[in-house]
């Protein structure tokens, strides 16, 4: 089962239900990362020991297929890009972001502005126009996180430097994301070179230099950010990331993660106690609409012109 949902279907409306069913799925994943990393700067755990422990339970789940040869057919120079850009640039900005902002800023910076970013990148290195659809829908997607951000999103003093720490996190994404559509690698392939292009290079720099609480944290704070960052939101997500990125493409996978800011705010309500008001509510609303708009097939999409 997990076999043919990874590999790549020959009939193109299978293909494209796979995509949409692993893009559903890491709208659930990504969100219930923000909420765990953001546990996880209220903890005893530093953001260094985060993706220590993100690093090494992934490279210690897809060791067995690194073993086996999944990286045979690509070039170890591409394994480091993807080790660097989904994997340290990623999560290390991230992490540190976490603790100099709250969480809902990590919320709308790094999945909201992650369509705008890859647009962007698919835009100039892959030849992807932006159609009239997709423009209508970002701009849309736009105006409900601004919503969702709010007058809050200042509120918070000395946030800014969490605030461009994020950003970073989402470039370095979105270049992994454009760089693996542009080098046709399989989801397995690039979860894989993601662990084995990061692990090796920070796991021994983070217990030698870096500082480190791990050894004063509940051995169950431990183990949940060890198992939810490193197996779901790492190995997990990167699968299913992956594939559907095989499938639809980046402009479009990205579209979904403009959600997440969405069901964070409202899984936030009732877990952290963290109430919407009412521009927050239209704010959800319209993420979804503009959502919706980007990944319907219409016969008026039609791309624009490419300067």
Known sequence: MIAAVLGASRDPATERRIGFGCAVAILFVWTGFILASRAGARGVLTPWDLAALRFGVALVVLLPLILRGVLRDIPARRILVMGATA?????LFAYNAFALAPAAHGAVLLPGAL???????????LGEGPTGRRTLSLVVVAAGIALLAGSEFFAAPGAWRGDILFFIATCSYAVFIVLVER???????????????????????????????????????????????????????????????????????????AVVPALAALAAWPVLEEPLGLGALAGVLLVTLGMALGVRRGRVDVPLPRP
């Open 115 to 125: 369509p705008f970013v890859t647009a962007l990148l698919a835009w100039a290195w």
């Open 87 to 91: 994997g340290l640039g990623f999560a």
């Open 183 to 257: 080098w046709r690698v399989s989801a397995t392939q690039a979860t894989a070179a993601v662990a084995l292009g990061a692990a090796p290079f920070y796991l021994p720099t983070w217990w030698l230099a870096l500082p480190s609480a791990i050894g004063d944290a509940a051995w169950q704070e431990v183990v949940f950010q060890g198992v939810y960052q490193g197996l779901v939101a790492m190995v997990l997500a990167s699968l299913l990331y992956t594939r559907a990125l095989v499938a639809l493409g980046s402009t479009t996978v990205s579209l979904f993660t």
